[in-house]
């Protein structure tokens, strides 16, 4: 179930806790052979400088095989690759799967559509792990 679709974000409710949900991505990505290269709690983060935040971790993950050619022919897009994905509860209590639509994204750097669509399964599988 998508709530939110722009063009430069796509937002997905979760109907898993956050914990579940971010235990779901990491299980599906490793499933799938792609490597999580980060994994970054920002309420963790918050917590240490004595600030509370509503949980939020942003994965970054993907594949060589996909990433690495792309970023061969247009080298900056080493600034978006990896993928990121931000999971965070909402002030109203939802959680949200969250992330920048890959064809758009790449779409600014230059990226031809048929070379970018290769990524979309990436995306595709973080949703179908959440059952959205």
Do not use: C, W
Not at 16 to 28: C, G, I, K
Not at 108 to 122: I, T
């Amino acid at each position: 179930m998508s709530d939110i679709q722009a063009p430069d974000i796509v937002e997905h409710v979760s109907p898993l806790s956050f914990e579940r949900t971010v235990e779901r991505l990491l299980d599906a990505l490793a499933k799938s052979g792609m490597t999580v290269f980060a994994q970054i709690d920002h309420a963790a983060n918050a917590r240490a400088v004595g600030t509370a935040m509503p949980p939020a971790t942003v994965l970054i993950y993907g594949n060589a095989k996909g990433g690495t050619p792309i970023m061969l022919v247009t080298p900056r897009t080493a600034l978006d690759l990896p993928l990121r994905a931000l999971v965070q509860e909402r002030s109203d209590g939802k959680v949200v799967v969250a992330f920048h639509p890959v064809r758009a994204m790449l779409r600014h750097a230059g990226v031809p559509e048929e070379a970018s669509a290769r990524l979309e399964p990436a995306q595709r599988l973080l949703v179908e792990a959440i059952g959205a």
